[in-house]
């Protein structure tokens, strides 16, 4: 398995993977982690920055000798590398691994091509200062534009690599599948509450958690996860919670996050920023047991754990009408909306007044998300790659 984040270290990947290695344990898998020095692997040494990822990884499957190699793969966690004299050319650091490997890889991916509106930010385009000066700008921005395009093709090209060289490939929702041309195995991504010590009412939950709630009536929409651009959460400063909820936000940062969001909500109205950071898996689970809702605002997403971590404690999800969260509102999950404050604010409302339907949709859709459940469909698949060539040209 590799996955260069992993715990101890933060990040919601590597999390994904330690629980998807230890169910798979139980199916009589000997599993083995690559990962980077800093979390608790056996085998160390893969970080975004090291040019060396694919020696390491096919020194490992040549001492090893696996029968599969099962990747995590986001380009971030692997070191994307592109190329200012041909815009088109990108690559990663593990593109040589998926070349010469000998071994069966499977890939699950965990992102995917980014729409073009999202990958070009237009305030990048222009560019005021040049040898030309003002009149300059038009040609300056038709040659960023180009640039902007090459390298988009040129990081899709990355994902159609990975397809290409892998022998089955997993994805977490339908809309991705159709994404990558319907060649990957929908596999939703596993969540189960760690009941080891948590207490599932809500209750004491808010009061471990210290949560001030004006009644024990009120509920709760929870924001989790890590500030990025991504998850749109400059809304949150600006979103007009109705009477009966209260929005409770809890961010952190991931290893390899560069990014440096400040939020500042100390004028939002019926806010709580509980400023814990990042949660271990316990902490998380009471804190979704303290809640009755997830608030996803997101710009872009290709899927989100946080949804399927939501699902899997019985909350029902308000989102952005982004593709990923349409195909689950449309199983009664959760309510997608456009992406502004007013929309978000109704939707909280709508909610409320059929939370009970929502409920019972999340309760029945919660069974098939158990990590039992996942690690039996991986099975399957590692079955079939051990048994065929390859898998990807069946789906």
Known sequence: MVCTEYPPMPGGIGRYTANLANSIEKKG?????????????????????????????????????????????????????????????????VDQFYAECKIPIITTFHSSYPSFRRWMKVGALFKKTGRIGVIGIPVRTLLRLWKYSLNYHGFNNVYKDKLRKSKASIVFSEHISKKFGGRCQVIYHGSEPAIDGIPLNKTEARRNLSIPIDSEEERIVLAVGFTTDGKGWDILKRLDVPKGWKLVINSSKSYFNKENIQLDLQDAKNTIDLHRGYLNEKELSMLFCASDAVILPYRSTSSSGVMFDALAHGLPFISTDLDFFKEFAAHGLGIS??????????????????????AKAVEAFKEKIKWDVIATKHSNVYNRVLGHASINDEL
């Open 29 to 93: 898998f000997e599993v083995y982690i690559a990962c980077d020095e800093k979390g608790d692997g056996h085998f160390s040494g893969l970080t975004p920055e090291n040019q060396e990822n694919s020696a390491i990884l096919l020194k490992i499957a040549k001492d090893l000798k696996p029968d599969i190699v099962h990747v995590q793969f986001d380009p971030g966690l692997y070191g994307v590398r592109f190329d200012k004299k041909h815009p088109k050319k990108v690559e990663t650091h």
């Open 337 to 358: 909306v456009k992406r502004n404050t007013n929309e978000f604010s109704k939707a909280l409302k709508t909610l409320a007044s059929n939370y009970e339907a929502y």
